[in-house]
């Protein structure tokens, strides 16, 4: 060996040494005869240095995995008589092998295994155990053999070809038959002899029992003397978390789940017996943790966290059970209480500033949630009947009672929809009882006063619940009013708590929307009550409103649902619509003028923004309106044309124009929808003022508003569209080509994304029939449109716009492809959209494993349908014999292809396409 380069491989070597030493590694994989020089390297104990033994270790290991075929029967013997030598050796090696060369031996025994077991080495564990006998470095090594066999069969973080999953699968058919038995015999033994003398090798033999017990006879392992020692080693404290993950793996085995009842339960028994259900405070938490698997109970949250993922498949099980034992009916109420003990918030959580802990907390309740869920599913009159006991002595005395018990209280009542859920929140029909049940329990939460509970927590879950279960009010409609001024007053909206009072404006809304038919005797009350949540927040310093902006436009759209939604007559609602917006169109007004006499920039900004919550307000006040039928219904139509006029001046204000402009284009979608036709008197200007100094943010902003326009009205904005094409793409061309720093990850991603936004206007236009509107633009300019679809679909390895290019060119081609089409565009076909779709799949960039890019080649393989479609026999003679011999695609493969692309069935035809393009890439 080459000494020198050797020396690379110890880790301080300077960086010269260590490459050399890859290049000799390099060197050595590709020589035929290198691995021998490395067998015979430690069959002799040539090195001493550890790296050295490594790296002979790493070039057997490549001769194994990769060219094992291309050695002769007598250099197979080799490498197999080398590795039982080298074994041999570390019995009478003063020192033990250093653990990263055991692993790596280890790693090529089982690479050597899977290759030969079946075939030429199926005494391999014979000879393995005749080695090692009950040597404890022997032992060891035996141990990590078999771990890194278990990795190679059934590690499921390794991707295995469909191959390898086939000769795993035999290789552990035939290990069950000619050799498990032995094994676990071995690792009885091993288990048996150690146990007082060698607590490592006790680990590493409980750790294989764990690993194989997954997939062999489980009655091998789940019998007396297996568990009884397993039970002696849970009393050792070196042992017992290994002892632990053991017995997890047997319980988890996949098996019938009246078996498995069976297992666990006799399991419990035994533990309970052997009193490890009596589990001190102060034992260790890593070992209770990991026994908490086998528990229904602890104080500590991150020991319980673990029982639930036990319980909840443990609850999985009982729900497959026709009928439930006393035990495990005791069992399920048993971990019910648990549950609720432990949603119950402690004194330490801080609600005002919730850091990690509280986050974990939250992260925990979650889990619980999930498990009465399960609980329910398993025994739902259980989970009612202790809800409904608790919550019940709970509301009575709540004046007395400590703020987390009253929370918990309520948070159940709330939990208790989704654990017994019914289709469209109709708990007030159907089962009689649980009705009944949930209609006291909605009754007393809303007559008690609990409202009124001085603490945050219990404030909030009783607005949520009474969100939640909003049809008990349909029931019993008498108690909106009380609902209504909790919402109003102090309790909600003008809480001391911001926190609350942001959350309540939500839930306001969303009371108040599913409610709309209950609302009326209500509404003017309601809206003289929330008029000074309406104001909009001036731009001054130091002004603190109640409510921050995100919350006023949940009162906006309130107010704007309760005048569309209530049974006022038409010149009501437009009178009650106007007198929300007008203050509006006011104040916005005043505004602009301000801004545009604003020298300081920080109070452009905070007038921009202000202008902007202006815009957003009166824009989500028109929620309420489906299409522009209810806003002709409710008389409104005026008042939004009003604002329309009022804030599209705002687009030629000079200053802060991305706030501004972003404002008025939200506004203008809307208004399409409720205005429809009305509003396309403005669209050319408001366009004009847009496409001016843009960036491509701007850009990507506006087109989806173009888009908008051109599919809901189609031929009506042929001629504006006309119009404006070019400009709109100068604007995109100008912006995509400027240039930017290479690192400019940022710039990057704003292209691409502008980029996307540019093809899906494309397919916006040609698949709402307007593809005049290209054709219009003047034969250079169409071909400049063209030629930028063809680049988008080969060029830039970007699936999602790769896919929307190809949806481009197959309705282009469906529209002009055949003999009546535009003038040239069947020469296009064939010297661009046919190599187009071959020539984007061949690219390594082209990831068939990726689904987007799935996608966008079965658009291709439309895109080639639809050319054989337009072009029949001509696309296929075509392919035949000029496209595809010059790609050097064989004769039999082109006639395969053209047989399948002529398939009636597209779907035949999207699946050869794939497999096609698979076999050509290297």
């Given amino acids: 060996m080459d000494e020198q380069a050797l020396l690379g ?31 015979e390297a430690l069959a002799q104990k040539t090195y001493s240095d550890d790296h050295i033994k490594f790296f002979c270790f790493q070039v057997l290991e490549h001769q194994v995995k990769y060219k094992y075929s291309e050695l002769s029967t007598a250099q197979q013997e080799l490498i197999r008589k080398t590795l039982l030598s080298w074994l041999q050796a570390q019995m009478l090696n003063a020192q033990p092998e250093k653990t990263f060369i055991r692993n790596k031996a280890a790693q090529v025994f089982a690479l050597l295994f899977v290759t030969e077991y079946l075939t030429k080495w199926p005494k391999f564990f014979f000879d393995i155990l005749s080695v090692v006998d009950l040597n404890p470095r022997g032992v060891d090594l035996y141990l990590r053999i078999l771990m890194a066999i278990d990795s190679e069969l059934v590690d499921r973080d390794v991707a295995h070809t469909s191959e390898e999953a086939r000769r795993n699968t035999l290789i552990k058919d035939t290990m069950r038959e000619q050799c498990i038995p032995n094994l676990v015999e071995s690792w009885y033994q091993i288990l048996h002899n150690y146990q007082y003398t060698n607590s490592e090798v006790l680990c590493q033999c409980l750790e294989v029992v764990g690993a194989y017990v997954s997939w062999i006879d489980l009655s091998l392992i789940a019998n007396d003397r297996f568990i009884t020692m397993l039970l002696g080693h849970m009393s050792v404290e070196v042992l017992r978390e290994e002892a632990c993950d053991c017995l997890f793996e047997i319980v988890n085995k996949g098996m019938d789940p009246v078996e498995k009842m069976k297992l666990v339960e006799s399991l419990c028994q035994v533990l309970q017996t052997a009193g490890f259900f009596s589990i001190d405070q102060e034992e260790d938490l890593d070992f209770v943790a990991r026994f908490s698997k086998l528990l229904l109970a602890h104080e500590d949250d991150d020991i319980s966290s673990n029982i639930i993922g036990f319980c909840y498949d443990y609850l999985h099980i009982l729900k497959q059970l026709s009928v439930l034992s006393d035990q495990q009916k005791a069992n399920v109420e048993a971990i019910m209480l648990a549950v609720m003990k432990k949603l119950t918030y402690d004194e330490e959580y801080n609600f005002e500033n919730e850091g990690e802990d509280e986050a974990m907390f939250v992260e925990y309740r979650k889990q619980l949630k999930l498990l009465l869920d399960r609980l329910a599913q398993v025994s739902p009159e259980l989970v009612l009947a202790s809800v409904r006991r608790v919550f019940s002595a709970t509301l009575q005395n709540w004046q007395n009672t400590r703020f987390m018990e009253v929370e918990v209280a309520v ?31 909605m009754r007393t939460l809303v007559t008690s006063g609990v409202s009124s509970y001085q603490h945050t927590s219990v404030t909030l879950e009783f607005f949520e619940t009474v969100v939640r279960y909003e049809k008990f009010f349909t029931v019993e409609p008498q108690h909106i009013p009380c609902v209504l001024m909790a919402f109003l007053d102090h309790r909600g909206l003008w809480h001391s708590s911001a926190k609350v009072r942001s959350r ?23 809206l003289n009550r929330i008029q000074d949540l309406l104001t909009l ?92 039928q209810t806003v002709k219904q409710c008389g409104c139509s005026q008042v939004y044309l009003d604002c329309l006029q009022t804030f599209l001046p705002a687009l030629s204000c000079p200053l802060q124009k991305d706030v501004l402009r972003s404002g008025v284009r939200t506004f203008l979608h809307r208004m399409i929808i409720c205005l429809e036709e009305e509003v396309l008197p403005f669209i050319p200007s408001a366009s004009e003022h847009m496409l001016k100094d843009c960036e491509a943010k701007d850009l990507q902003e506006f087109i989806p508003l173009i888009n908008q326009i051109t599919a809901k009205f189609k031929m009506q904005v042929s001629p504006f569209l006309q119009q404006m094409f070019m400009p709109l793409l100068h604007a995109i061309f100008e912006v995509l080509l400027r240039p930017a720093e290479d690192n400019d990850q940022s710039a990057a991603l704003e292209k691409q994304m502008l980029r996307r936004s540019y093809f899906a206007f494309l397919q916006t236009v040609t698949g709402s029939g307007m593809s005049e509107v290209i054709a219009n633009q003047g034969a250079e300019n169409v071909e400049r449109v063209l030629v930028t679809v063809i680049q988008g679909a080969v060029e830039y390895p970007d699936p999602i716009a790769q896919k929307t290019c190809f949806i481009i060119l197959s309705k282009l081609v469906e529209l002009w492809g055949g003999n009546d089409g535009p003038v040239g565009f069947a020469d296009f ?25 799935v996608l966008a080649l079965s658009e291709c393989a439309v895109t080639l349908k639809t050319i054989h479609l337009k072009r029949g026999p001509e696309c296929v003679q075509y392919l035949q014999q000029e496209y595809l011999p010059s790609l050097q695609v064989a004769p039999e493969i082109i006639q395969e292809f053209c047989q399948a692309l002529q398939q009636p069935d597209a779907k035949v035809f999207k699946n050869y396409l794939k497999v096609f393009f698979q076999r050509a890439k290297p």
């Avoid at 309540?504 to 309601?526: C, G, H, W």
């Avoid at 049974?567 to 619509?577: D, G, H, I, R, T």
């Avoid at 076909?829 to 890019?853: G, R, S």
């Fill in 504 to 526: 309540t404006a939500y839930l306001f809304s969303r009371f108040v929307k599913s409610l709309n038919k209950q609302m009326n005797p209500y509404i003017e009350d309601i």
């Fill in 411 to 441: 948070r159940l009542l709330y939990m208790l929809a989704e654990a017994l859920p019914v289709s469209h929140g109709a708990h007030f029909s159907g089962d009689v009882s649980k009705a009944s049940a949930l209609q006291d329990m």
């Fill in 537 to 628: 927040s001036p731009p001054e310093n130091g002004y603190q409103s109640l409510l921050s902006s995100d919350d006023q436009l949940f009162i906006y759209e309130t107010a704007g649902a309760l005048i569309v939604n209530s049974e006022y007559p038409a010149e009501n609602k437009q009178a009650l619509m106007k007198d929300l917006l007008t203050p509006l169109m006011e104040r916005f007004k005043v505004l602009l003028e301000k801004l545009m006499m604003a020298q300081d920039e920080e109070r452009q900004a905070s007038l921009a923004d202000s202008l902007n919550h202006a815009v957003g307000f009166a824009s989500r006040t028109s929620k309420a309106f489906s299409n522009k």
């Fill in 9 to 39: 491989l110890n880790p301080n070597a300077d960086s010269d040494f260590r490459q050399r030493a890859l290049a000799y590694f390099e060197q050595l994989k590709i020589s035929p005869d290198a691995w021998q020089v490395c067998a």
């Fill in 829 to 853: 076909v064939y010297k661009h959209i046919v190599p187009a779709c071959f020539l984007a799949p061949l690219k390594q960039t082209f990831d068939l494993a990726d689904a987007q890019t």
